[in-house]
Structures are given as C-alpha cells and as structure tokens.
C-alpha cells in the first residue's frame, strides 16, 4: 500500500489461505464511520457463519508479516470507535454488533508497526505459533469522557508468542491471555489510561471445557493511571490450570489494584465479551481453575487511593470492587483464592508500592496457605502488608 494514501476498507477482509506474505501498510486504513454501516456487515457475517465474533480483518496462513512504519503519520488502522463509545446508553457496556479488528493466525510470523487509533472493540487475536510482535501502538483514549468498553490490544491463544516494545492506551485488557496460551512473553514498554493491565484470563467460563495456560512471562513494563497491573481472573465454576506464571520489573503509576488475583470472576455485561459460551449468572461453584507456580518480583511505584477505578463501573457494588468489603485503597496485593487448594507455590519479593498519600501498603489474601505456599513473602491475611 502506497505511503501516505488512505484506503476506505467497507466491508470486512479475510483471507487465511496465505504462505509466505509481506503485508506492508505504508498508508492508512479507514473502517467505514457509520455505526449502522459497520453493524449490518456484522449480523451479515453472523447470519451466514452461525459465530458470535466478526473480525473486520482475518489474515491466516504460514508465514505472515504485517509490517507497518515508524512514520508516526502513516500505517494507522483508524477504526472511529468513539462514535461506539459515545452512542453507548447509560450503565451499558458496549452497544450490539461490535466487529473485533483484527484476527492474526500464523506460523513463523510477525507483526511490527502496528497502529491502531480509535478502536471499537477487541483488538488483535493472537493464533498460531512462533509470532513476534514488536512496536505496537494502540490509541483507545476516549476524548468525551465515555468509556471505550472492551478495547483489549491483545488477546493470546497461540504458543511462542513475543510482544514487545508496546505503547498501549486503552479500556480492557493490554493483553488477555486466553485458554490454550503458552510460552507467551510480553516485555517493555507502556500501558495504561484505563486499562485493565496485563492479565490472565478470564478462564473457566465454559464450565464443560478445561483451561490450560503455560510459561507466561510479563517483564519490564511501566503501567500509568491503569485499574490493574498484573491481574489473574478465573469464573466461578471454571475447571483448569495455570502454571509457571511470572510479573518482574513491573513500575505502577496510581494502579488501582497493582497486584489482583480473583477465582471468583464473573461479567458484569453479556457473554459477548468472551469467546466460549457459557452462562454469566446462577454458576454453580463445584470447580476452580488452579493457579500453581506464581511469581511476582520487583514491583515498584504508587497506588491509585485518590481516584480509584474507572469508566466501566455499571454495577453497585462495582464490578471491580465485589466481594472486596473495605478496600482502602492503599492495598498492594489482592489475592482471592476460592479454595485452600487452588493456589500453589505462590511467591512475592521485593513489592515496593505505596499510596499517593504515602501511606504504608495493605493487602487482602485468602487461602493462599502456608502449606501449599511457602514462598508467599507475608503472612495471608488482611491488613498491613508485612513482607518477611
């Protein structure tokens, strides 16, 4: 595509029969600006595909790189997701027919330079294996106040996946690591806004389908105004495992919740957020996703007490809040297990984030036992964090 030109791209793109393809965006890419325009191409594809997701572009096949450019003008995909945001209603969380930008799902492939303004939604499915993605911009900042529902940058489902180097400002999730993810890193950079950090999961939301990450790695990041930093979720009832997990060098500017662990997880909106289906109300509380071999080291910076949280609250008691009585907002660590069984071989070391006030951090645990976790750092309790 020829440098500086802008395209109209109207109706969605797929093409997943590819080998051995060079993508280069050198111009710009335009979704079409009217919501109604964007949500007929959606029940369109829904109509003849029996799916719940469109993905207004869907690149498959061995070999594929997308490659961008560094010219700050050039290589955007402008997607006018503000228009979505603000024509969401009051106490919704995201109005119907919402296209995800991208699917990328390849074998030895990459994506660099990549540029995205205004998205409406999820952003870019990570699939396959061996892919490196490196540079990334991703603009999600509401410039009205409404807040940009489900702006996730990443969400990974492949294995030997690197993103690096990202500035990501956005609604959601930076990256969502999803069942079936292993050998994921994500290192350097920016993230923040309102984002809700670097994540694992949600897991465990189809209770009939057993959830399997691994080996997933989380480096060297700063993380700015976010509601979370390092954050695990797993659904109530879900069944699974997570292994050998770990945030390092990780710097918070006025985080909410720096550190958060939940087995208790639950959707405030509509399954159309998730990719499986399952029920998001009455779950029954048989199973848990385990979390075994969990590191958290080096995190330093400040808490959000002032202003905690952010736009995407629609419940009372908050979505990010529930089941969390009398949050003071200086905690450093929250780790909600479901059972005294369900988390294994955690470890913390060297967590040093304090409240704007520059009062001495808390922490809420629960289950995470002595037994099972010799290496927790503190005693796993309510109150004063007290590293040993």
Not at 117 to 128: F, H, Y
Not at 264 to 292: D, F, H, P
């Amino acid at each position: 595509m020829h440098k500086g030109t802008d395209y109209n791209i109207l109706t969605p793109i797929s093409a997943t029969n590819l080998s051995n393809v060079e993508i280069h965006l050198q111009g710009n890419l335009h979704l079409p600006q009217r919501i109604t325009e964007i949500q007929a191409a959606v029940n369109a594809s829904n109509a003849l595909t029996y799916s719940t997701a469109l993905y207004w572009f869907k690149l498959a096949g061995a070999s594929i790189d997308f490659i961008g450019t560094s010219n700050p003008t050039n290589g955007w995909i402008h997607s006018y997701g503000q228009a979505w945001w603000d024509a969401n209603p009051v106490n919704g969380t995201g109005i119907a027919a919402r296209p995800h930008l991208m699917s990328f799902n390849t074998t030895h492939g990459s994506i660099q330079h990549f540029k995205s303004r205004k998205p409406i939604a999820w952003g870019v499915q990570l699939i396959g294996n061996n892919i490196t993605v490196r540079d990334t911009v991703v603009d999600a900042v509401s410039t009205t106040g409404r807040f940009p529902f489900n702006t996730d940058a990443f969400d990974v489902t492949g294995t030997n996946i690197k993103i690096l180097d990202s500035l990501i400002f956005n609604g959601d999730d930076a990256i969502a690591v999803q069942s079936g993810a292993h050998d994921i890193l994500f290192q350097g950079g920016t993230i923040g806004y309102q984002s809700h950090g670097m994540s694992i999961g949600s897991l465990g939301q189809n209770q009939g389908s057993f959830a399997n990450v691994s080996n997933i790695k989380f480096n060297n990041v700063t993380v700015i105004n976010a509601v979370y930093a390092a954050r695990f979720k797993s659904w109530i009832g879900g069944q699974g495992l997570a292994q050998n997990v770990t945030w390092s060098n990780i710097r918070t500017h006025n985080v909410t919740f720096p550190i958060f662990v939940t087995q208790t997880y639950y959707n405030q909106g509509s399954n159309q957020t998730q990719l499986e289906n399952g029920a998001t109300v009455g779950r029954s509380n048989n199973s848990t996703v385990q979390m075994s071999d969990f590191t958290w080291e080096n995190f330093t910076g400040s808490i959000n007490t002032l202003q905690p949280g952010d736009g995407s609250c629609v419940t009372d008691p908050c979505w990010y809040d529930a089941g969390l009585p009398n949050l003071n907002h200086t905690e450093a660590m929250i780790m909600e297990c479901n059972t005294n069984s369900s988390c294994r071989n955690f470890t913390t070391k060297d967590i040093q984030v304090l409240s704007e006030l520059k009062e001495a951090a808390t922490v809420i645990c629960e289950n995470a036992t002595a037994q099972l976790n010799p290496n927790l750092g503190f005693d796993c309790r309510n109150g004063t964090y007290i590293p040993f």
